[in-house]
C-alpha cells in the first residue's frame, strides 16, 4: 500500500503577520522524525518555504530550507509556493533544492502521483494581483489525465476546487490570489477524466476536504500558521495512504481525518440544474411562441 507524507509553507524566516516562521526549521526537524518513523514511500513539499525578503535574503533562507529537507532519509519532491517565487526564478530554487522543478509524473505501486509544478508566481498590478497559468501548464495536464490508466494522486501548491475563502484570515478578503482565473478550465480538464483522482495543496492555511464533480479536493495547514490555534503556531503535516479506501490524515494542533472509498473518485457529477429563474423564462417564452 503506497503511503505519501505532505508538508506544507514551512515559511521559513521572519515571524510575519500570524506565521511564526522563525519556528520553522524547529518544526520541520520534530515533523522528521515523525515522518521518518513511518517511512513513506514519499515525501511531498507543497512550496512556500520562506517568507521572502528580497533576492539576496531568500537565496539565503531557501538554502537553509533546503538543507533542512536534505536530511530527510525518504525521497522528497519539492513544489515552488508563491513566496519562494517572489523574488526567486525557478531556476534558483531548483539549484538550491538540488532537483529540476519542471512537470513530473511518479508511478508508486499501482497509483500515479502527478507533481503539477504550475507557475506559483503571483503577477501583482494595480489593478489586483493573480496567479496565472504559464503556456503550457494546463496543456501538460491535460495530456496526462487524458492518457492516465490508473488512479492518481495530482499535487499542487495552489488549490484547484475554487472553494470558498470564508473567514480565512489571509484570503477572505483576498480570494483572487487563492485560486488560478483559470479554475474553471483545470476543472473541465479534471472532470473529463474518469480514473480515481485526489488533489491536494497548500498555499490557504488551513485543513479542508471538498468534492468537486466527485473528485476530493484536500488542501493541508501551513507548518508555521498560528490563526486557527489562538497564536500557536500550528505544526501541521499531511499522510495520505492509498489503498482500497484512500485515508487522509491531517497531524498537528488540528488533526483533521478523511476516508473515503477509492472507487467513489471516478464517479463525476451530472451538470449542474440550470438556473431556476433562467427556466422560468425560457418556459414562459416558450409557451409565447405556441
Sequence with gaps: MPSLAFIADVHHGRDVMTKKSSLGLPLLAEVRQEIERRGPDLVIDLGDRISDEGHDADLALEAEVAEAFRAFDRPVMHLNGNHDRDFLSVAENARLLGQPLDQRALDLDGWRVLLWRADSHIHRRPEGSSFRL??????WLADQLRALD????????VPLSGQSMRSNYYFHHNAGVAAYPETDAIQAVLRGCRQPLVCVAGH?????????DGILHLTLQSLTESFADEGEAAGAWGWLDLDRDLRWTAHGRQPFRVETPVAGLARRWPEPHPDFAELRRRRTADAAGA
Excluded at 134 to 139: I, V, W
Excluded at 150 to 157: L, S
Design 134 to 139: 504559464a503556456e503550457g501548464d494546463l496543456d
Design 150 to 157: 490508473r488512479p492518481a494522486v495530482i499535487a499542487t501548491h
Design 204 to 212: 490557504v492555511h488551513w485543513n479542508t476536504a471538498t468534492f468537486v
